[in-house]
Antibody, heavy 122, light 110 residues
């Protein structure tokens, strides 16, 4: 059974960096089968995919166009986890952030983290 | 505003059959498999249907999915009070090179 445990601050000041971590148990961040994603949800934007990382002989990352200039998703193989960094946040980035796994070729998210409400406010 | 279009609300009485539509385009639903998720308040979405019409183990056969062209549908038969939730469709968009979601449909069981 795969379990994704999110951690990180729930309050970030405008213009600062939002940082979240997703710790994986029951699978490996380095597996060739899985893709590790960050998704957020807010009343104004609904569900929005932000980015992903995966390993296929080397590490790959893909980012949503809407946040591409200020996002970074990185694996941490020593801790079996992956992280999200979103720079220069504004109140519009206030949302519940989720990490989620999908399997290569499966086209759906089978495991999700518990969600983290991040509020951007001074 | 969402790339995939869903009706904002749907309703039915216990025992009825309800369908929820999801409309997209040639770069997403038209060429990629669709998944359906339901979400209860305060919890993460959970997959109900994947690959257009496949149910993960544990999902009742009251839930079914279909796809035709650039649209997909989720059908819920023998509606139960616990089916009251938000429902979302999702797929990959080859033009945007990213996942896209529907805006969600709030299902009310009257």
């Amino acid at each position: 059974q795969v379990h994704l445990q999110q951690s990180g601050p729930g309050l970030v000041k405008p213009s600062q960096t939002l940082s979240l971590t997703c710790a994986i148990s029951g699978d490996s961040v380095s597996t060739n089968r899985a893709i590790w994603n960050w998704i957020r949800q807010s009343p104004s934007r609904g569900l929005e995919w932000l980015g992903r990382t995966y390993y296929r002989s080397k590490w790959y990352t893909d980012y949503a166009i809407s946040v591409k200039s200020r996002i970074s998703v990185n694996p941490d193989t020593s801790k079996n986890q992956f992280s999200l960094q979103l720079n220069s946040v504004t109140p519009d980035d206030t949302a519940v952030y989720y990490c989620a796994r999908d399997l290569h070729g499966a086209y759906y998210y089978d495991y999700w983290g518990q969600g983290t409400l991040v509020t951007v406010s001074s | 505003q969402s790339v995939l279009t869903q009706p904002p609300s749907a309703s039915g009485t216990p025992g009825q059959r309800v369908t929820i539509s999801c409309s997209g385009g040639s770069s997403n639903i038209g060429i990629n498999p669709v998944g359906w998720y339901h979400q209860l308040p305060g919890t993460a979405p959970k997959v109900l249907i994947h690959s257009n019409n496949q149910r993960p183990s544990g999902v009742p056969d009251r839930f079914s999915g279909s796809k035709s062209g650039t649209s997909a549908s989720l059908a819920i038969s023998a509606l139960q009070s616990e089916d009251e939730a938000d429902y979302y469709c999702a797929t990959w968009d080859d033009s945007l090179k990213g996942w896209v979601f529907g805006g969600g449909t709030k299902l009310t069981v009257l």
